[in-house]
């Protein structure tokens, strides 16, 4: 079975200012997916990063970025120049590749300090 | 295009009572999966729905159960409610092999008293 750990329930972040959101995982698998969502206060999910373990370049959107580390079984998200748009929950997730389940982290609430 | 569509989006029930949701996928998406959402716990995973048959399944109890149309729509019962069932249950839709991004619902709040 697989497992997603985040040991941070709570973090906050000044405007402008960069964090880390760490994420652990445990699997046995070799063939899989990593993923960053995000859920605003009442608004749906929306995924922020995507990493396909065979690839070893961290992937990148804008301001998020990530550090895969596969032996370590790490995949942490690292949001910079944080705006207030950003205070959500951030989920981390494992998906097995193929496949549709996907497992997730109890997530860490993240606040945007103005 | 429209999103994933989840209905009711607020509900309360009593102990015992039955309750029965209801999630549209984006056009084009085939799979459906449904999770649980509580504080503490994360989302857990209840099962997935590709062309009207339950793909996976997650460690939930029998009461929870599920079912999709051949438009893909799908709904999701539970029986004899618990307290402990009240939660945020999410739709999540995609293709019908993912490898990427799921789609998710706005929701339906279950408050069971």
């Known amino acids: 079975a697989q497992t997603v750990t985040q040991s941070q329930p709570e973090m906050s972040v000044q405007e402008a200012e960069t964090v880390t959101l760490s994420c652990t995982y445990d699997t046995s698998e070799n063939n899989y997916y990593l993923f960053w969502y995000k859920q605003p206060p009442s608004r749906q999910m929306i995924l922020v990063i995507r990493?396909?373990?065979?690839?070893?370049q961290n992937a990148t959107e804008n301001r998020f970025s990530v550090n895969f580390q596969k032996a370590a079984k790490s995949f942490s998200l690292k949001i910079s120049d944080s705006q207030l748009g950003d205070t959500a929950m951030y989920f981390c997730?494992?998906?097995?590749?193929?496949?549709?389940?996907?497992?997730f982290g109890t997530g860490t609430s993240l606040t945007v300090i103005p | 295009k429209a999103g994933v569509t989840q209905t009711p989006r607020y509900l309360i029930k009593t102990r015992g009572q039955q309750v029965t949701l209801s999630c549209s996928p984006i056009?084009?998406?085939?799979?459906v999966s449904w999770y649980q959402q509580t504080p503490g716990q994360g989302l857990q995973f209840l099962f997935e729905?590709?062309?009207?048959?339950?793909?996976n399944k997650g460690n939930f109890p029998g009461r929870f159960s599920g079912r999709q149309f051949s438009n893909s729509r799908s709904e999701m019962n539970v029986s004899t409610l618990e307290l402990g069932d009240s939660a945020l249950y999410l739709c999540?839709?995609?293709?019908?092999?993912?490898?990427?991004?799921?789609?998710f619902g706005e929701g339906s709040r279950l408050t069971v008293l």
């Open positions: 999540a839709t995609g293709l019908a092999v993912n490898t990427g991004e799921l789609f």
């Open positions: 056009s084009g998406h085939r799979s």
């Open positions: 997730a494992f998906m097995k590749h193929p496949g549709n389940q996907f497992y």
């Open positions: 990493q396909e373990a065979y690839k070893q």
């Open positions: 729905y590709f062309s009207e048959t339950q793909r």
